[in-house]
């Protein structure tokens, strides 16, 4: 059988950056270079009904062995992309034991040591030469399902009936836009697409956008006394106005953030657009508040201000909301990680998955741990022991489901 960390080296090799830039669905073509891959290896294993359809949706079967009694089915999810934040094209990895200390990547950048890191020592570690992402984010995912599956299906052991999809577009938010509830069928679902072993997830932020723009008066700036209003000017004062203890730069744990992503324009036009994260309705209804006082803040301030709006767009809610009415299912996933002797650890995620927005359509789907660290960065890496953790409780998590 193949080992996760041999199938991830595999996967990263995919280019699958997902693009902010197109409509579609998937963002990019080369998301179906990887499902075509992932679809072939499911069948080799025997999972008959393995397809990819026209909008990059990988799903498949692992029927169950158990034969005198009904048992669910569980949903095992991951996705395809890796963020734009930086190349996932030429991926070029290597499996280093961390000594301690700073990590050189042979480009020269430094990963800095973190407290964290001092646990890893002895450990080995899958880093890139510092030019790209890894992919851990989320191939790690896949590649511990594919391995689990692979595991599972050779196994007498009783097991669940089992549900594998990976999906398009995670990263830009539309993973879940065109997820079929019903054809997948599962009853309960895990996301795979965390990071240190151990770690659980039962909460993410709730999710809004706001998209801030500004239209102005361009005219020579000769002659531009009374008449010129300028838009990117008003713009960075709306930012400018903006708190500093709100940003994603001052703020960890539970503390919500106002996340200034992108600014663009000129004289005539500008626009930023905004992430709003918050753990709560309180919290979030308080961004919204921070980011109006901004604009009308600056709307006093200058004299000719020009057309200031601002416009949200709820992107995902937090899963907690409706996860705490489901403790089975929150109850096997800590069983299984304590299983294979993890002490786990419930940690709410500073971001959200595929399983925010499916837990909010109906199919309870908490998140687990893949050994990855550093997601969207060329700092990213992957711990090749943890990884293998993760392989080994989403097989204890199936088994579990099946008593």
Known sequence: MKTPLERFLKYITIETTSSEETATIPSAPTQFDLARVLVDELNELGLADAQVDEHC?????????????NVPTIGL????????????ANVRAKVVEYQGGKL???????????????ALVGKRLVVTDGTTLLGADDKAGIAAIMAAVERLSNSEAPRANVRVCFTPDEEIGNGTVLFNLSKFGADYAYTVDGGPAGEINCETFTADKAIVEVKGVEVHPGEAKDVMINA???????????PLE????????????????????????ARAEFLLRAFDEEAREENKRVLREAIEKTKATVAKSGECDVDFDEQYLN?????????????KLEQATRNVGLEPRWIPIRGGTDGSRLTEMGLPTPNM??????????????????????TQTLVELVRLWAE
Do not use: W
């Open 104 to 118: 050189v990547l042979e480009n020269g950048t430094v990963v800095p040591e973190t407290n964290e890191m001092k």
């Open 369 to 390: 741990f893949t050994g990855g660290r550093n997601f969207h960065s060329t700092m990213e890496y992957l711990v090749v022991e943890e990884h293998e953790q993760a």
């Open 57 to 69: 949706y990988v799903t498949a079967t692992l029927p169950t062995n158990v034969k005198d009694r």
């Open 246 to 269: 709100r940003t994603p730069e001052r703020t960890e744990g539970r503390e919500p953030f106002v996340h200034l992503y992108k600014l663009e324009g000129g004289v005539s036009s």
């Open 77 to 88: 999810i991951a996705h395809l992309d890796t963020s734009c934040a930086a190349s996932g």
């Open 232 to 242: 990117a000017r008003i713009l960075s004062l709306v930012v400018a106005n903006l």
């Open 319 to 331: 899963m907690g909301y409706f996860l705490k009415d489901c403790p089975e299912v929150l109850n």
